[in-house]
T-cell receptor, first 120, second 114 residues
Framework: DVKVTQSSRYLVKRTGEKVFLECVQD?????MFWYRQDPGLGLRLIYF???????EKGDIPEGYSVSREKKERFSLILESASTNQTSMYLC???????????????????FGAGTRLSVL | KQEVTQIPAALSVPEGENLVLNCSFT??????LQWFRQDPGKGLTSLLL?????REQTSGRLNASLDKSSGRSTLYIAASQPGDSATYLC?????????????FGAGTRLFVKA
């Protein structure tokens, strides 16, 4: 069974703290993603990675960094947490994308249960 | 820039009713479209994925259609049940992003009354 595990369901941190959110997948997926979800704004992509040690900025990377040292693990780092980073954080993974595969590449994204982070 | 809109934002129906959730997107150059379900405080669960070359997908009481030229997708839920109460999100993967990025709608919150 497919599994994406986020290390914490709930976190409370103080402004200025360095925060680590961990995500592990057991499906040998190449692609991993970090999103944040806010009411009325939907999911917004923070960073993604398509291979070990590779990372690409998403739509809202400011204030965040990521690390992918192993294929199964993708970490999101808040260098200095701020109150506007209070949000639900969702990790996802998927198989490698290949346009050439056409209809045979389903590329379903599998999500973790989420981490609700509160920064006080 | 690709934008995804879901209407209505919230919907309340009595148990047993058939219902349709709508999703529209601004750029038809997509790789695929996916419907997700999200329960309160939880992650997303994939329901159906439609490739750009397909017109519809079915899974049990769910049927999703795709009209790429008009930028629309619908999720049809037959004989709704209280257990269907959740937020339903639509998401597209634009070709321009090389298939990596997924653009999500804000979701439709569904409540099925017993």
């Amino acid at each position: 069974d497919v599994k994406v595990t986020q290390s914490s369901r709930y976190l409370v941190k103080r402004t200025g703290e360095k925060v680590f959110l961990e995500c592990v997948q057991d499906m040998d997926h190449e692609n991993m993603f970090w999103y944040r979800q806010d009411p009325g704004l939907g999911l917004r992509l923070i960073y993604f990675s398509y291979d070990v040690k590779m990372k690409e900025k998403g739509d809202i990377p400011e204030g965040y960094s990521v690390s992918r040292e192993k294929k199964e693990r993708f970490s999101l780092i808040l260098e200095s947490a701020s109150t506007n980073q209070t949000s639900m954080y969702l990790c996802a993974s998927s198989t490698r994308t290949s346009v050439a595969l056409g209809a045979s590449d389903k590329n379903i994204q599998y999500f973790g249960a989420g981490t609700r982070l509160s920064v006080l | 820039k690709q934008e995804v809109t879901q209407i209505p934002a919230a919907l309340s129906v009595p148990e047993g009713e058939n219902l349709v959730l709508n999703c529209s997107f601004t750029d038809s150059a997509i790789y695929n479209l996916q419907w997700f379900r999200q329960d309160p405080g939880k992650g997303l669960t994939s329901l159906l994925l439609i490739q750009s070359s397909q017109r519809e997908q079915t899974s049990g009481r769910l049927n999703a259609s795709l009209d790429k030229s008009s930028g629309r997708s619908t999720l049809y839920i037959a004989a709704s049940q209280p257990g269907d109460s959740a937020t339903y999100l639509c998401a597209v993967r634009p070709l321009i992003s090389g298939g990596f990025k997924t653009i999500f709608g804000a979701g439709t919150r569904l409540f099925v009354k017993a």
